[in-house]
C-alpha cells in the first residue's frame, strides 16, 4: 500500500510568484486536506476537497487555492507569494466525507522558502 | 471554538523515565482526539486516537493517551522512553478539520 507522498520535496520561490504543490493520496482514500506549517508551530488548516469539491476551508486568503482530481491527488496553488508563506505544506489524505472521526495520513510535507 | 492546548513547548525526560506530555482540549461537542509524531523533516505519523469508545487509548510505540471528559485532558504517557522517542509531538481535536496544539519537542537523555 502506498502511502501519501508529496511533490517537491524543497522550493525556493521570491515574493510575488506563483506556486503548486502537488499530493498523491494513500491508496483508497478519497478525501484530501492541506495544511501549513510555520516553523515551530502546528499545522494550520488550509482546505479540505472530497470527491474533487471543496469540503471545508481554513482562516487562508483566497490566493490560496486547490483541486482535487478524478484519481485523488490534489494541488494546492499558492499566488502573490509572501515571505510568511514559507512553510511546511503537509498533505493528508482520508478515507470517508471528512468527518470528525477519519484519521489522516499524513505525507513528509513540501518545505516552501520565499526570498 | 474546538481547540487544544499543549502545556511545555519543551520536555526533557531520561533514557527510560516515564513520559508524560500534557493537552488540554476545549469542544463545544464530544470531542475526537488525536495524537500525532513529528520526527525532523518528516511529516505527522499517528500515535493514537479517541473516538468515544475506551477512554484509556493504547498506540503505537508503546504510548497511551487517557481521555478524562472533567478535567478535559487527553495526556500522552509511555511507561519508559527511548531515545527514538525524541521528537516533536502534536495532540489535535476533530472539528471537520484538525485542529493542532503548538507542539511539545520531547528530548531523551542517554
Known amino acids: 500500500e502506498t502511502g501519501v507522498t508529496q511533490s517537491p520535496t524543497h522550493l525556493i520561490k521570491t515574493r510575488g510568484q506563483q506556486v503548486t504543490l502537488r499530493c498523491s493520496s494513500q491508496?483508497?482514500?478519497?478525501?484530501v486536506s492541506w495544511y501549513q506549517q510555520a516553523l515551530g508551530q502546528g499545522p494550520q488548516f488550509i482546505f479540505q476537497y472530497y470527491r474533487e469539491e471543496e469540503n471545508g476551508r481554513g482562516n487562508f486568503p483566497p490566493r490560496f487555492s486547490g483541486l482535487q482530481f478524478p484519481n485523488y491527488s490534489s494541488e494546492l496553488n499558492v499566488n502573490a507569494l509572501e515571505l510568511d508563506d514559507s512553510a511546511l505544506y503537509l498533505c493528508a489524505s482520508s478515507l470517508g466525507q471528512g468527518g470528525r472521526a477519519d484519521t489522516q495520513y499524513f505525507g513528509p510535507g513540501t518545505r516552501l522558502t520565499v526570498l | 471554538a474546538q481547540s487544544v492546548t499543549q502545556l511545555g513547548s519543551h520536555v526533557s525526560v531520561s533514557e527510560g523515565a516515564l513520559v508524560l506530555l500534557r493537552c488540554n482540549y476545549s469542544s463545544s461537542v464530544p470531542p475526537y482526539l488525536f495524537w500525532y509524531v513529528q520526527y525532523p523533516n518528516q511529516g505527522l505519523q499517528l500515535l493514537l486516537k479517541?473516538?468515544?469508545?475506551?477512554?484509556l487509548v493504547k498506540g503505537i510505540n508503546g504510548f497511551e493517551a487517557e481521555f478524562k471528559k472533567s478535567e478535559t485532558s487527553f495526556h500522552l504517557t509511555k511507561p519508559s522512553a527511548h531515545m527514538s522517542d525524541a521528537a516533536e509531538y502534536f495532540c489535535a481535536v476533530s472539528v471537520r478539520d484538525m485542529r493542532f496544539g503548538a507542539g511539545t519537542r520531547l528530548t531523551v537523555k542517554p
Open positions: 479517541y473516538t468515544s469508545a475506551a477512554t
Open positions: 491508496s483508497g482514500h478519497n478525501t
